[in-house]
């Protein structure tokens, strides 16, 4: 007879367990989970409003919680959350990486939110920013740094599910100007890609909701078709025409050419292409009428890129800690 599967413990009636992080002469205990972490009160108030306030509390006579005669404070939120934060406030070095883990990153958007650790979420704010630029010439910027040939994040850690993660973080915490880029670099990997597992180093699996999922999708189709229309950054190769001074309309019909079937057979968000991947193959006279049509082609996709993924424009669109 097999016997019947063990039931999960449940994490209230887990033991209390101290964390790496305590400080003998700390003035508060944390605890978050099934956690506890005793630090000090001067550095939480230091950093955050929320505890400034809360350390300013007149206490009860009785009845208060207590741990090694230091007041408990418990929170509701992940101990992996909690620990990251206080060893960001313990260790400022972590601030001089060129890239820092994105769990850190979450953690100060989340909790920095929370409890008003506004130095911490000021940080995440700026990478993620970077990751996921408000302008075209941030953007380009970002892609220079590429040099057209890596999507890896540069100031923060990367790892195979990296945007997805980003995308979730700055959809559930209210940071509404970096979405559309966000989708946007999501929009340009590949079906097999966007629909394969990806993992996070700790082995977790990363996963879109059904949500951004959808939107992603329909996003990114919106974008394909849009790219070829007139005004658009591709526009103007169907029907494409040589410009006046033309060196050799044969060449460079047949680079154009070439160029267009390679877009059509394998469907590529080339929204915001630059001239310099097909510069070397037109004649001087095609390549300055080419530079303009794109220039002003992808200006104006820029501008309409948060409508492809049903956002409030640009002018629109504000960051929490903005409202």
Known sequence: MSLPPAKRQRIEDAPIMRS????????VVLQAETSQFRVHWSVLAQHSSFFLDLQALPQPESGQPTMDGCPLVELQDTAADVEHLLKALYDPALFH??????????????????????????????????????????????????????????????????????LTLLRENGLQKMLPCAYLRLSKQTMRSIFGERFRPDGTLCALSPIDHRVRGVGRERLLEAQWKTGNTLGWIIPWKPAEGCEDRYQCRKHI???CNTLLLKPTVCAFFQLNQLQDSLCDACAELAETAITTGRAKMWENLPSFFDLHPWSELKNSNEM
Do not use: C, H, N
Request: hydrophobic share 40%; aromatic share 18%.
């Open 257 to 259: 050419k070439a160029f």
């Open 97 to 166: 990486q060129k890239a820092i883990p994105f769990p850190y990153i979450a953690s100060f958007v989340r909790l920095g939110r929370k409890y008003d650790f506004k130095v911490l979420f000021d940080i995440a704010v700026e990478r993620l920013a970077f990751e996921s630029p408000t302008t075209l010439k941030e953007y380009d910027t970002l892609f220079d740094a590429f040099k057209g040939t890596s999507s890896e994040t540069t100031k923060i850690v990367p790892y195979g599910g990296i945007y997805r993660d980003m």
């Open 20 to 27: 790496e992080i305590w400080y003998s002469d700390g003035s």
